[in-house]
């Protein structure tokens, strides 16, 4: 999705995104290894050290699959704040990674996609749901 330059720290993840509704909707289909490799072709897309998106992805959704019956039953609202602690988890990760890899230093705009993830996670979801009953995706 293209954005301006000034709205690119804002950006959400909506790879990790579309894949914990994903995990959370059909666990059985989508499970840590699917996660594994779109983090890789994401990896190799992005030019980012090839091996962190793989691992951050694969532990979100181990932790979204595991507790999906859970997640299901909570209001959209709770699992939007569930989802930010989801995407805080991932990018505390993704910074821990490179900032060993690469040594980049903390910065607080790194959080930003955590808000705009959580405040998506309704259009998210309600937008992949409406093509998960249409097109019978069980």
Known sequence: MPLPFSFEPFRPDWVLLVLMYWSLAVPHRLNIGTAWIV????????????????????ICIFVTASNFQKIRNFSLWQQSLLIGLFLTLYHLMQFW??????????????????????????????LLRKYRRHFRIR
Request: negative net charge; proline residues 6%.
């Open 39 to 58: 983090g890789l072709l994401i990896d190799l897309a992005s030019g980012s050290p090839l091996g962190v998106n793989s691992l951050t992805y694969s």
């Open 97 to 126: 990674l490179n900032h060993f890899l690469l040594g980049v230093y903390f910065s607080p705009h790194y959080l930003w996609p955590v808000l705009t993830g959580m405040l998506s996670w309704v259009w998210v979801f309600l």
